[in-house]
């Protein structure tokens, strides 16, 4: 079983601790465990162009016309049992 923890937080700060730390316990429990955090990752903002709805509707699979991580980030999203999202309030 694989867990993936990604954190929005500052970096090394509480949202990355609580991550870490839910994650390793998943680990005690004898999960495969990963940690990101986001904003090491180039995740630009959405134009609307809708190329992944329709490709998703069209049986096309994910379509992102961005040429950043998202990709990569997806299907990190999609090989994982478990997905742990932790995102502080400011
Ligand atoms: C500028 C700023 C604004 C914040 N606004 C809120 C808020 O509106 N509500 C809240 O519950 N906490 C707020 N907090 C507290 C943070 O959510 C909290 O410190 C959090 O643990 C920070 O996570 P991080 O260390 O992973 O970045 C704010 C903190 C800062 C620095």
Redesign the pocket.
Known sequence: MKILGI?L??KN????TMCRVALEECQKLGADIEFIHLFDWDIQTCTGCVACSRGLVMGKGMICTRKDDYKALYEKIVEADGLLVVD???
């Open positions: 954190s937080g500052t700060g509480n949202n990355d502080p309030i400011y």
